[in-house]
């Protein structure tokens, strides 16, 4: 991880960036992450224009998503609840949503996924009507699309695997119910032609993927005049981040 100056922040915001950052580094190390100590949303003024989707490729590994709060709405995707509670978490894959529901989170934070008979009896889970039958990224993409922004960020959308595509790329493999990083890498057909389709029906919507420099650029979402990329680094200096 990059070094953090903390004199850029409030003692409050240096607090959740310092303990989001070593529950981070304890999943990395395969042990236990302290727990969340509260609610990092509460009491801040935050942008309603636009809004954050996180995947979770590694392209975001260097992004806080502490950082994030005070500039819009975040939707985050399956095991990112272990070190840091979204606004809306989503999780379609059954073992993710079963290890959510185990560790009480939805008891206290908004979960959505699709029904299923393995969790219909489960409480604390909002399910969406109908169902889309997605993967959890573009569902939180479509989820969010929902909500009247008119800008959405999307962060670890990288859809192809590392090592020239062979390779898992997930910021949680090696941990439980995730792939391990040696594994080959996951089809990404269905993640691109499903935010293919949330872009083209939401003209209106301005969605900007932040990826790095070398990451996969499918030309397929390059059509649309309201889809643009902007690098890592320049996704950082646009809203100060560290």
């Given at each position: 991880m990059?070094?953090?100056?903390?004199?850029?922040?409030t003692?409050e915001?240096?607090?959740?960036?310092?303990d989001?950052?070593?529950?981070?580094?304890a999943?990395?190390?395969?042990l236990k992450?302290?727990?969340?100590?509260?609610?990092?949303?509460?009491?801040?003024v935050?942008?309603?224009h636009?809004?954050?989707?996180l995947?979770?490729?590694?392209?975001?590994?260097?992004?806080v998503?502490?950082?994030?709060?005070?500039?819009?709405?975040?939707?985050g995707?399956?095991?990112?609840?272990?070190?840091f509670?979204?606004?809306?978490?989503?999780?379609?894959?059954?073992?993710?949503?079963?290890?959510?529901?185990?560790?009480?989170?939805?008891?206290?934070h908004?979960?959505?996924?699709?029904?299923?008979?393995?969790?219909?009896a489960?409480k604390d889970?909002?399910?969406?009507q109908?169902s889309k039958?997605?993967?959890?990224?573009p569902?939180?993409?479509?989820?969010?699309?929902?909500?009247?922004?008119e800008?959405?960020?999307?962060?670890?959308f990288?859809?192809?695997?590392?090592?020239?595509?062979?390779k898992?790329?997930?910021?949680?493999?090696d941990?439980?119910?995730?792939?391990r990083s040696?594994?080959?890498?996951?089809?990404?057909?269905n993640?691109l032609?499903?935010?293919?389709q949330v872009?083209?029906?939401n003209?209106?919507?301005?969605y900007?993927?932040v990826?790095l420099?070398d990451?996969?650029?499918?030309?397929?979402?390059n059509?649309?005049?309201?889809y643009?990329t902007?690098?890592?680094?320049q996704?950082?200096t646009q809203?100060?981040?560290?």
């Open positions: 990059a070094k953090i100056d903390k004199h850029q922040y003692k915001e240096w607090h959740r960036i310092r989001a950052r070593r529950r981070e580094k999943i990395k190390r395969g992450p302290p727990p969340i100590k509260n609610d990092p949303h509460i009491d801040v935050r942008n309603k636009q809004a954050f989707v995947g979770n490729g590694t392209s975001r590994a260097d992004i998503p502490d950082e994030l709060i005070q500039h819009g709405k975040i939707y995707c399956n095991a990112l609840y272990r070190t509670v979204p606004d809306y978490l989503i999780a379609v894959d059954v073992k993710m949503v079963l290890e959510i529901n185990k560790s009480k989170y939805s008891h206290k908004p979960v959505w996924t699709n029904p299923n008979k393995a969790f219909h489960m889970l909002n399910f969406f109908p039958g997605w993967s959890s990224g569902t939180a993409l479509w989820f969010a699309s929902q909500h009247g922004y800008k959405i960020f999307l962060l670890g990288d859809y192809k695997g590392l090592n020239e595509g062979k898992f790329n997930n910021i949680y493999a941990t439980p119910n995730y792939k040696l594994d080959g890498a996951t089809f990404y057909g993640w032609r499903q935010t293919k872009i083209k029906e003209p209106n919507i301005q900007v993927r990826k420099a990451n996969f650029e499918p030309e397929e979402l059509i649309f005049e309201n643009k902007i690098t890592v680094n996704f950082k809203l100060n981040l560290t």
